[in-house]
């Protein structure tokens, strides 16, 4: 059986056709720029067009990265008009991501009407989060009429990390205490216990915790009313801000894109070296409190593609974390880039590990599955 998986974004889409005896990848590759006038395409139907075009193989299946599932969306599906629905109603909570997915699905089902279509939430694996991790102390009025708590994101990659690195390590992920820290354009760091997700820094929408690229992380909420006051903004305004606008782009004044801020920072910028240390402190911070929540820790699991490819900013994250029993080996660090391996020093009470995440396979994997449900008849 051969599986494409597509991972939709907002003017990108990444895909990769898997022959799942062996998963073995046949085909891979980016379609970018959507929509822009110099691009290759104007839009997700076009650009699934010219994949189609470019593969050579068939497939059975396509199977999507979703990254807000809600409140009832817990499980990878089987995708359905009444699935894409639910789908929509989190547009709003994960405004960069949900509505470019739901563009690739909606691709699928007009180019290839035929062929199953599974999603497989970002949420997924952060759903049994106990409730003294995802619950946010405002009234229970509104977080019961709204479903307000923390659903967390980027569980196809944290789930990943924890299951090669328990492999990896030969660490029984029943009995593993990892964090895994996704450090892409998105970052997220989870807490992982009992082979499930126990907190993570992303949230009710996919604005908390670390700043990302674009996208503020943690602030106090009180600047929201008082920036909305002061500056006469609506709520899409601060929306856009806090999106759009915010983040490592706003730290650094200079790109959203680790490349060129470190490019920026080695030039003595200010702005970008303030970026630098703004996003490192962040990131060592929730270790630090993840460490605490687990009741200590076995493995720290970098992943993505800052986590994959910046020493720099692991050795940075790393520093003076002693007190954990966290040592990093500067020698492995310096040369693991993109690809596994141990980073920690032989004393390191934790081990720490660079796994490049693969978010694509997994998703093959749950569609087989699925797949293999359904043909068994042992839907619902
Ligand atoms: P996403 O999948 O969310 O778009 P990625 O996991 O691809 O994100 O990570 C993108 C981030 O990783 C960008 O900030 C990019 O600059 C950074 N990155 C990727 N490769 C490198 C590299 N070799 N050196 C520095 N930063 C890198």
Known sequence: MNILVLNCGSSSIKFRLYAMEGEQILAGGLIDRIGEEEGPVQNHREGLRLILDRLDQDFQAVGHRVVHGGPRLHDPVLITKDIIAEICRYNELAPL?????????????????????????DTSFHQRMPDHASTYAIPRFFREKHNIRKFGFHGIS?????????????????????????????????????????????????????????????????????????????????????????????????????????????????????????????????????????????????????????????EKVCSNLGLLGIHLDPDRNGEVVGREGLISSPASRVKIMVIP????????????????????????
């Open 158 to 314: 944290h789930e990943y990390l924890a299951h090669r690195g328990s492999a990896l390590l030969g660490i029984p992920l029943a009995k593993a205490r990892f964090i895994t820290c996704h450090l892409g354009n998105g970052t997220s760091i989870t807490a992982v216990a009992g082979g499930w997700s126990i907190d993570t820094t992303i949230g009710f929408g996919t604005l908390a915790g670390i700043p990302m690229g674009t996208r503020c992380g943690d602030i106090d909420p009180a600047i929201i009313p008082f920036l909305m006051e002061k500056e006469s903004l609506t709520t899409s305004d601060i929306s856009r801000i806090l999106y759009y606008e915010s983040g490592l782009l706003a730290l650094s004044e200079t790109s959203n894109d680790m490349r060129s801020i470190i490019k920026e920072a080695s030039a003595q910028n200010p702005m970008a070296l303030l970026a630098l240390e703004v996003y490192c402190y962040q990131v060592k911070k929730f270790i630090g409190a993840f460490a605490a929540a687990l009741g200590g820790l076995d493995a720290l699991i970098f992943g993505a593609g800052i986590g994959e490819n910046v020493p720099l900013i692991r």
């Open 97 to 121: 991501h949900n509505p470019p997915n739901l563009a690739g699905i909606e691709a699928v089902a007009d180019l290839l009407p035929t062929v199953p279509q599974a999603a497989v939430f």
């Open 357 to 380: 995440t693969n978010e694509e396979l997994l998703i093959a994997r749950e569609t087989k599955r699925l797949l293999s449900v359904e043909a068994s008849g042992m839907t619902g």
